[in-house]
């Protein structure tokens, strides 16, 4: 099994960036319907583990085909969440988190097969209006990037150690610490990795621009880092209007700007 990795991506497009799903794929029907004028759409991930009642299954087996058809459809990018990877890899103690069942592997893969769990990235680089652009389900943080200066450099990295780690899940069900939580989510490292940082924790990257999932609700104003060479957003959340668990959306303009948008 691949994980893809991204490459330098010019684009001149408006994208719509879909946060963390967790079963509510009501919800986001709703989503898609809305912005449905909007061509390019890109999910965080995290399609799996519940947090209400809709986890049978026939729930299950639902929300898989209908990410299966995300993945498939070639206006669309998924990338991998902490409640996806569980199910991509499956056996691999370090990968199991909360809401993880072993039962719901027979009816998520009986539609996602390792075709469909390759085309699954586990971020994604974009280069808009000369605006850096990582999107990932929970973020980097500086602390992979030790030592370097240049953003080129930094993307270049970010692509080897994926790619290892991609490697070593394959081949050893070895999980890197890219792929690992930090101490605030219970992990051994000093920081959580692509699909487990804590935006609690997060720190802005001189020059490289964020969206994220994953941390739910980190705090009243706290789900905005803007500086002066960075902008980085957190978009799991639910909305204070409708109490939605997907609560917004962001959307990337094509010179480059973002706006988030509550649902």
Not at 41 to 61: F, R
Not at 204 to 226: A, L, R, S
Not at 253 to 263: A, F, K, P, R
Request: with cysteine; aromatic share 10%.
């Amino acid at each position: 099994m691949t994980l893809l990795c991204a490459r330098d991506i010019i684009v001149i497009m408006t994208y719509l960036i879909v946060p963390d799903i967790h079963q509510e794929i009501n919800q986001l029907n709703e989503i898609l319907i809305k912005y449905n004028h909007i061509q390019k759409k890109i999910s965080l991930g995290d399609w799996y583990d519940t947090h209400g009642d809709n986890d049978t299954p026939n729930d299950v087996a639902e929300v898989a085909r209908m990410h299966s058809d995300f993945i498939n459809n070639p206006n669309h990018i998924c990338l991998m969440g902490n409640h996806d990877i569980n199910y991509a890899y499956t056996g691999i103690r370090d990968l199991s988190c909360s809401g993880h069942g072993v039962w719901k592997q027979l009816y998520i893969n009986s539609a996602m097969k390792t075709e469909t769990w390759d085309k699954v990235r586990l971020f994604y680089w974009m280069i808009i209006n000369k605006k850096n652009w990582l999107l990932s389900h929970a973020g980097v943080h500086p602390y992979f990037f030790k030592g370097m200066e240049n953003v080129a450099d930094k993307r270049k990295h970010l692509n080897f150690l994926s790619h290892k780690a991609k490697f070593n899940l394959k081949t050893y069900q070895k999980v890197d610490e890219i792929l690992q939580p930090g101490e605030s989510r219970g992990g051994n490292h000093p920081t959580g990795g692509l699909t487990w940082l804590d935006f609690r924790e997060f720190k802005p990257i001189p020059e490289i621009n964020q969206i994220v999932g994953h941390t739910h609700n980190p705090g009243f104003g706290k789900d905005k880092i803007i500086t002066s060479d960075s902008e980085n957003y957190c978009i799991d959340g639910s909305s204070s209007v409708t109490f939605n668990y997907m609560g917004h959306v962001a959307i990337l303009e094509d010179d480059g700007t973002c706006h988030v948008e509550e649902i």
